[in-house]
């Protein structure tokens, strides 16, 4: 009998997490070619020959925007669960998803203040 009973299904998730990804560097190791030559060592752009250098300085706007994004998608995610049981959760989830929403709204104001979603 197992002492963890109910756990196996989890046990084999994490096997088959933690093998993917290692048998994906495995194959990429053996399939790869070894040597590619100075083609292969080139800047790729969509098939056409490369124009300037490959180390660039990007604006920081471009993080900006990208570090925004991530920040409200994920906390939009965590309301996804809360929709779904929200009938089970009663008024004061109800309240505390109202003060969650509005901490996001206002962080979305102070980053539009500070000029962090202007693209010039």
Same mark, same amino acid.
């Given at each position: 009998? /197992?002492v963890?009973?109910?756990? *196996?299904?989890?046990?084999? @998730?994490?096997?088959? +997490?933690?093998?993917?990804?290692?048998?994906?560097?495995?194959?990429?190791? @053996?399939?790869?070619?070894a *040597?590619?030559?100075?083609?292969?060592?080139?800047?790729? $752009?969509?098939? +056409? $020959?490369?124009?300037?250098?490959?180390?660039?300085?990007?604006?920081?706007?471009?993080?900006?925007?990208? /570090?925004?994004?991530?920040? @409200?998608?994920? *906390?939009?995610? @965590?309301?996804?669960?809360?929709?779904?049981?929200?009938?089970?959760?009663?008024?004061?989830?109800?309240? $505390?998803? /109202?003060?969650?929403?509005?901490? /996001?709204?206002?962080?979305?104001?102070?980053?539009?203040?500070?000029?962090?979603? $202007?693209?010039?």
């Amino acid at each position: 009998m /197992l002492v963890l009973s109910g756990y *196996e299904y989890l046990l084999v @998730f994490t096997i088959v +997490c933690i093998l993917v990804p290692i048998s994906g560097l495995v194959l990429s190791k @053996f399939l790869s070619p070894a *040597e590619t030559g100075p083609a292969g060592r080139t800047t790729y $752009e969509s098939g +056409c $020959e490369p124009v300037g250098g490959a180390w660039i300085q990007f604006n920081i706007r471009y993080y900006m925007f990208a /570090l925004a994004f991530v920040i @409200f998608d994920v *906390e939009t995610v @965590f309301l996804y669960p809360w929709a779904v049981a929200f009938s089970k959760l009663g008024l004061l989830a109800f309240i $505390e998803a /109202l003060i969650f929403i509005a901490i /996001l709204i206002l962080g979305l104001v102070y980053a539009w203040r500070k000029g962090a979603l $202007e693209w010039s």
